[in-house]
């Protein structure tokens, strides 16, 4: 593939680019959200629309995080189920995430549809493709325990049929979950800051949280660019968890994913490639996960592309070598952005919502979190209002970490050069 030029910026950033509001910061607020993604809008839009008075603080850009840098994928839960994160949890307890994991889905999908969002979105399906013969088997048992579990519709797709879903060699049949959804990230982020405005809230870039104490019934908030008194603090960091919130941080583990973005396609290979446009990911550990642009023009392609991080002219090699591999007939296009952005894994495979010394927060999408960590943003604001009529599966105390975490996720390199050598050697075996 032609690598010749392109640019380090998400594709999204074309048209939607991150935002500066560099005005001063007030003295005080009833409530300080630390985070400008989906989780902390979508609580400072709700927290504003009842009258609270909310202050949203970035230590960048707004909207220059992992939110704008996703694959804007939107799912109900599958990825609980796909990954593993499910396994070994008591019937019950996994019946309680999966529906609000469902109830995340229509979440999104009315608040778009209600607030009249231009976020892009369609509702498209995802292909989970077997990267081996032998994976083939294992989805189709998870796409019957997702439709006994959820009552999501999911169709099987032998090898022999996969050619109506793309036209690739590379895989060995799947599943498609028709209850599943695409949209812009940039154009999803700059909605959710328009609505958070219009419901009363006011936000701040480039204003880098310091330190959070608790003082009797407050907060002090201390920032790059000056000090916020607040009632309530929700920290919805995810993947940029830092210094300022010890105890959070050594909860969440920050790992780099990558993406690819090609030049526009002929219409007629992207019908070939990608007919139905839908969403697709593999079975592989370090899995590939791709997608056509919201305009159907052009092929999006993510994964992790070394055991190691690099930047992101390094990856944009790697990963057209592997959008190869995948697609040989999209060899003689361009790549025109390469870019990367940090998601948060727990120790669990589950997100958390919760309080940690009077601090509120939802963190942990584990890389799935376009409706779920909107819902959980939504959640945490209900139940600072004292407004939720239940509580939400993903609120527990129990938030595991390991004692030998604190800071740096020292680890990563070498779970995932484990990932690798396993993928690696089913494709030998297969």
């Known amino acids: 593939m032609d690598l010749s030029n392109f640019t380090t ?15 001063p910061l007030p003295a005080r607020a009833d409530v300080v959200v630390v985070g400008s993604g989906y989780s902390g809008l979508s609580a400072a839009a709700e927290l504003a629309r009842n009258g609270t008075d909310v202050v949203v603080v970035d230590a960048e850009a707004l909207g220059a995080g992992a939110s704008t840098r996703s694959g804007g994928m ?9 990954t593993g994160a499910v396994r070994g949890k008591a019937r019950e307890r996994v019946s309680e995430l999966l529906a609000d994991s469902v109830d995340s889905f229509q979440h999104i999908e009315n ?24 994976h083939y088997e294992r989805l189709r048992r998870q796409g019957e325990l997702l439709q006994e579990m959820t009552g999501v519709t999911v169709h099987n797709v032998p090898r022999r049929e996969q050619h109506g879903i793309t036209q690739t060699d590379f895989y060995h049949g799947g599943i498609v979950v028709d209850d599943y959804g695409g949209l812009h990230p940039g154009m999803y982020a700059r909605a959710l800051r328009d609505l958070a405005r219009r419901c009363g809230a006011r936000l701040f870039s480039h204003a880098p949280v310091r330190a959070i104490r608790r003082e009797g019934a407050q907060f002090t908030v201390t920032t790059g660019r000056g000090t916020i008194l607040a009632r309530e603090v929700i920290v919805a960091t995810n993947g940029y968890t830092g210094a300022a919130t010890p105890e959070l941080r050594k909860r969440v583990i920050p790992v780099y994913s990558y993406q690819i973005a090609t030049e526009p396609l002929p219409p007629e290979l992207m019908a070939r490639i990608n007919p139905g446009r839908r969403m697709i990911s593999d079975s592989q550990r370090e899995l590939y996960y ?29 990963l057209a070598a592997k959008l190869e591999q995948v697609w040989p007939q999209l060899s003689k296009f361009r790549i025109t952005h390469s870019w990367r952005g940090k998601v948060a894994m727990t120790f669990d495979k ?12 939802a963190v942990g999408c584990n890389g799935n979190g376009v409706a779920l960590m909107t819902y959980l943003g939504h959640q945490t604001a209900l139940k600072l209002l004292g407004t939720a009529n239940r509580p939400c599966a993903f609120d527990r105390t129990d938030f595991p970490t390991e004692p030998y975490y604190s800071k740096r996720p020292w680890f990563v390199p070498i779970v995932s050069a484990w990932y690798h050598l396993r993928d690696g050697i089913d494709r030998t075996l297969s």
């Open 9 to 23: 910026d998400p594709y999204w950033w074309d048209a939607a680019p991150p935002e500066d509001a560099l005005e």
């Open 74 to 82: 939107v799912s109900s839960g599958q990825k609980m189920v796909m």
């Open 111 to 134: 608040l778009i549809a209600q607030e009249k969002l231009d976020a892009g979105y369609q509702k498209c399906g995802r292909y989970f493709a077997a990267y081996v013969p032998k």
């Open 290 to 318: 791709t997608r056509p642009s919201p305009d159907g023009t052009r092929v999006l392609f993510g994964s992790r592309p070394s055991f190691y991080d690099m930047n992101e002219q390094a990856a944009g090699r790697n």
């Open 350 to 361: 589950v997100a958390h919502m919760g309080e940690e010394q009077g601090i509120h927060f």
